[in-house]
């Protein structure tokens, strides 16, 4: 059950209004409205179970204050906020999107096993995330040019946009697709704690890499480095001296060589500080200069 409503979150991604139930355009408008109202539906049966909890006296162990605690005040103020918004249905309909799924993992914790509740949401929450990064990618290999700049690694490089808000009729843009695939690396690293799946997930994990550079999402980079450097901080403290030493060697090795070749440099220059005036484009075959 805790999976299913976690999918009705899911689904509610991207999705239209409920007007659009009983003031459909079509099938497709009749389905947005369904899925729109699927994650106040998880919500909801997160709260009445957490109310037969408190009901029977029984409360979360371990402690309120954390992250999960700090989104739901995020929300709150949200909540506050579209009192004053210019248009208050439309700020109130967001904030309760939004606070749905805070809502929906205090009902997890308030279960009287919350880690073996949560397990399972984690694992598939990596299988959804690789799954839409799969997608994403035989996109851009059948669709886009992502084979061109594999052959031709220099224009990786380059960090040029690719053509995703095109290819999708202004769905999806290369930072959304950036997020996807910076995750799916997070997740590989984390993997590769495994013994037995580590050649599986370092597969994975320069797949991401590659896909990453492809989307010049720069804030996906930074997301991802920040991800990376914390999971192998945690990585290292708790498996001991061997492993940081090891970590260390290997970053005193890289960093010269990525130096030295100049594509440190490149990297800053056309992927992290470039500016949208600035991006390097391609010529035209059929140029005459």
Known sequence: LPVALWAMLFLGLGAGRPHNIWDSNGL???????????????????AVFMV????????????????????????VIGL?????????????????LYLSVPVFLWGIVWAA????????????????????????????????????????????????????????SGRIRGTGVGRYAAI???????????????????????????????TAARGSFVGF????????????????????AIGLVVVAIALPILWGTGLMNQFLENCFFRSESAAPVKPAANSST
């Not at 408190?54 to 989104?71: K, N, V, Y």
């Not at 669709?143 to 808000?165: T, V």
């Not at 580590?198 to 991401?208: A, E, H, N």
Request: net charge positive.
């Open 28 to 46: 497709d408008s009749f389905i947005d409205g369904i899925r729109s109202v699927l994650p106040l539906v998880a919500a909801g049966s997160a």
């Open 184 to 214: 799916s690396g997070l997740i590989a690293i984390s993997g590769m704690w495994i013994p037995k799946w580590r050649r599986v997930w370092s597969v994975v994990l320069i797949i991401s890499l590659v896909f990453l550079l492809y």
């Open 52 to 75: 037969y909890r408190i009901l029977q006296g029984s409360m979360p162990t371990g402690r309120f204050f954390g992250p999960l605690l700090l989104a739901s005040i995020y929300g």
């Open 113 to 168: 096993d919350p880690l073996d509740q949560l397990r399972p949401l984690v694992n598939a929450t990596w299988l959804a995330v690789i799954l839409a990064a799969s997608v994403l990618l035989l996109l851009a290999i059948f669709k886009l040019d992502f084979i061109d700049r594999i052959q031709d690694p220099s224009l990786l490089m380059e960090c040029r946009s690719a053509n995703w808000l095109d290819l999708t």
């Open 80 to 96: 506050v906020a579209a009192f004053n918004s210019p248009d208050g249905s439309a700020a109130l309909w967001w904030t309760g």
């Open 225 to 244: 480095g920040a991800g990376a450097a914390l999971i192998l901080i945690i990585y290292m403290v708790s498996t001991g001296r061997r492993a940081l």
